[in-house]
């Protein structure tokens, strides 16, 4: 990540001289993977400006859709003018909640909610003498509370 003077420079500059940086980092990127290329197209302002400063130089670099199902209408309707071809996803937007829960804020949150969904399993299938359940937010990396050992076993049995 560019310093934030670097950045500024780089925001002052006429659009000409960030449409030419832009298009050269363009070639290299064409080149480094020998064409071998597409563009991950959302049908968003910043796709459809990548899509035309690529198809400026590179005509033939095809759009891709991932097309969740929760895409709005005219987002599809655009992005098959614009030629873009359709994927989908493996599994359905209620499939991935299911799996893996909604997309959270951090990663941290994240684990936390993951860490007590493997106890949860591990206590549905009995098998969780021993386990230890984080008490604080901190624990969840590994540093155990003052307050207790968190352990479930014989001697700590699950309550309720």
């Known amino acids: 990540m560019p310093e934030k003077w670097v950045l500024q420079q780089y925001q002052a500059l006429p659009l000409s001289a ?4 832009s298009q050269a980092r363009i070639r290299e990127w064409y080149d480094y993977w020998q064409g071998d290329v597409c563009i ?6 910043d796709s459809t400006v990548l899509a035309r400063l ?6 033939n670099v095809p759009l891709v859709f991932s097309n969740t199902g929760l895409e709005y209408p005219e987002i599809q309707q655009f992005a098959r003018k614009m030629g873009a071809e359709f994927i ?10 299911s799996k893996y829960g909604y997309p959270l804020i951090s990663k941290e949150t994240a684990e936390a909610i ?4 493997n106890i949860k ?10 386990t230890y359940i984080p008490q604080k937010r901190g624990e969840l990396t590994g540093r155990r509370s003052k307050a207790g050992t968190g352990l479930i076993g ?3 049995p699950l309550p309720g």
């Not at 991950?40 to 302002?45: D, E, L, P, R």
């Not at 399993?121 to 021993?130: F, I, L, S, T």
């Open 114 to 117: 993951q860490s007590a969904r």
């Open 40 to 45: 991950s197209f959302s049908g968003g302002k």
């Open 54 to 59: 690529v198809h400026e130089l590179y005509p």
């Open 88 to 97: 989908r996803p493996k599994l359905t937007f209620s499939e991935v909640i």
């Open 18 to 21: 960030k449409v030419h940086m």
């Open 121 to 130: 399993k591990k206590v549905n299938r009995k098998d969780y003498k021993g």
């Open 154 to 156: 014989e001697d700590n």
